[in-house]
């Protein structure tokens, strides 16, 4: 029987990388959705995005050793079937988060985006540990993940107070929270594909070569009902969401072994909605909240990933 406890990661830490992750998701947002209106097609700039992570992915798997023998067993699994096609389209959760954020965050902020996603993320983060999806097996819905779970819910909505309803589409906050339910599906997906080919590196290269897959098939469809975008903008910083996106996806596929999908959400939503109230500080949109709520919502997170990650006993 293999010894689980072998390489297990400190609760702190695995969450620590968790809110890391969400940091960098809420600044990747940030990135895609200025792209978005600058090339004023959203479909292109996540294109643009998941390609160039796919490049530097691409490159890092080739130079190193765990990254070409995770592409071998990557190869074997497929071809023995034991990797189901299932763990090989975790990409298109992935594209169509990116896509989201060309579409909306230039518009509704990264706060308002991130109320979506956390929202998303929660409720499928519980309901797929209950299921088992994640690489660590059945987790159990005890009342501190309940209530961290809750927690998240009310942070998720406090933004919402207002007439904010009445300032933008309901649309645009309806396509986050889907992104959120995929954003968990996919950190399932992921953990186990990378228990099958040994390396989060590798899982990470089959997210970005599906999700550019898909993006480009969007990008050139709707290139031809809505026109060619604009000229690329000369800005370097409009291009760095590939690697943020690379970087966190690596993340969340190694950490999601030690932390479940739901805590792992968690964690990711603390540090995304700590950044998207900073980032909405530094370019503000029509409508993101105002500072004292923001630091109202960053408190209630805080405390729900405290409540989910505490190791409380009967």
């Given at each position: 029987m293999a010894d689980h406890t072998r390489g297990r990661v400190p609760s702190w830490l695995a969450l620590t990388g968790a809110a890391l992750v969400g940091i960098m998701t809420a600044t990747q947002a940030r990135v895609n959705g200025a792209l978005g209106v600058t090339l004023d097609d959203a479909f292109v700039?996540?294109?643009?995005?998941?390609?160039?992570?796919?490049?530097?992915?691409?490159?890092?798997?080739?130079?190193?050793?765990v990254g070409r023998r995770?592409?071998?067993?990557?190869?074997?699994?497929?071809?023995?079937?034991?990797?189901?096609?299932?763990?090989?389209?975790?990409?298109a959760?992935?594209?169509?988060?990116?896509?989201?954020?060309?579409?909306?965050?230039?518009?509704?902020?990264?706060?308002?985006?991130?109320?979506?996603?956390?929202?998303?993320?929660t409720v499928a983060g519980l309901v797929l540990d209950?299921?088992?999806?994640?690489?660590?097996?059945?987790?159990?819905?005890?009342?501190?993940?309940?209530?961290?779970?809750?927690?998240?819910?009310?942070?998720?909505?406090l933004p919402l107070t207002g007439d904010v309803l009445g300032e933008i589409p309901l649309w645009m906050l309806v396509l986050p929270l889907l992104a959120g339910m995929g954003v968990a599906w996919q950190q399932g997906t992921n953990g186990r594909l990378r228990q099958r080919v040994g390396t989060p590196l590798t899982a990470t290269l089959v997210?970005?070569?599906?999700?550019?897959?898909v993006l480009g098939v969007a990008a050139l469809v709707h290139g031809v009902f809505a026109g060619p975008p604009r000229p690329l903008p000369a800005d370097?910083?409009?291009?760095?969401?590939?690697?943020?996106?690379?970087?966190?996806?690596?993340?969340?596929?190694?950490?999601?072994a030690h932390t479940g999908v739901l805590l792992l959400g968690l964690g990711t939503i603390a540090g995304q909605l700590l950044a998207s109230i900073v980032l909405d500080v530094l370019w503000p949109a029509s409508a993101s909240p105002p500072?004292?709520?923001?630091?109202?919502?960053?408190?209630?997170?805080?405390?729900?990933?405290?409540?989910?990650?505490?190791?409380?006993?009967?």
């Open positions: 700039a996540a294109f643009i995005s998941f390609a160039s992570g796919l490049v530097l992915v691409a490159v890092v798997s080739t130079v190193l050793p995770g592409a071998r067993m990557l190869v074997d699994g497929v071809r023995g079937r034991r990797i189901p096609w299932w763990m090989l389209v975790g990409g959760a992935g594209a169509l988060t990116v896509a989201t954020q060309g579409l909306v965050v230039g518009l509704i902020g990264v706060s308002l985006f991130t109320v979506g996603l956390v929202a998303g993320q209950r299921l088992g999806f994640g690489p660590g097996g059945a987790v159990a819905v005890t009342m501190p993940r309940v209530l961290g779970g809750l927690l998240a819910l009310v942070a998720a909505a997210n970005f070569i599906g999700g550019t897959t370097v910083w409009l291009y760095l969401g590939g690697a943020l996106g690379a970087t966190y996806i690596f993340l969340s596929a190694a950490l999601v500072l004292g709520l923001a630091l109202v919502i960053i408190a209630v997170a805080l405390a729900a990933v405290a409540v989910a990650g505490a190791p409380w006993r009967r």
